[in-house]
């Protein structure tokens, strides 16, 4: 099993910067791909950002240029810096991680950008 715990979402005005983090623990050593997805009111989860085990990085076209996905040292850890941000990146972002084919999901935190 592995666990995800998210955090750092918030309120913030238009053109503001946030930063989430996301903690894995469990069965961690495994695990090949991290990364972060979304969900605005009404719509289906989408893919915001990912990083793979070997650094690689993959990024939605709607957050290229203005997200940032990182892991920490201990690479239990996945950070996503979020800069220039638009009401139309309000959600609830999800944390996931990929282990031997399975999706493991954190609980989410709200982001709530201002116009």
């Known amino acids: 099993q592995v666990h995800l715990v998210e955090s750092g979402g918030g309120l913030v005005q238009t053109g503001g910067s946030l930063r989430l983090s996301c903690v894995a623990s469990g069965t961690i050593f495994s695990i090949n791909i991290m990364g972060w997805y979304r969900q605005a009111p009404g719509k289906e989860r989408e893919l915001v950002a990912v990083i793979r085990s070997g650094g690689t990085t993959n990024y939605a076209d709607s957050v290229k240029g203005r997200f940032t996905i990182s892991r920490g040292s201990a690479k239990n850890t996945v950070y996503l810096q979020m800069n220039s941000l638009k009401p139309e990146d309000t959600a609830v972002y999800y944390c996931?991680?990929?282990?031997?084919?399975?999706?493991?999901w954190g609980k989410g935190t709200l982001v709530t950008v201002s116009s």
């Open positions: 996931n991680a990929n282990r031997d084919g399975w999706d493991y």
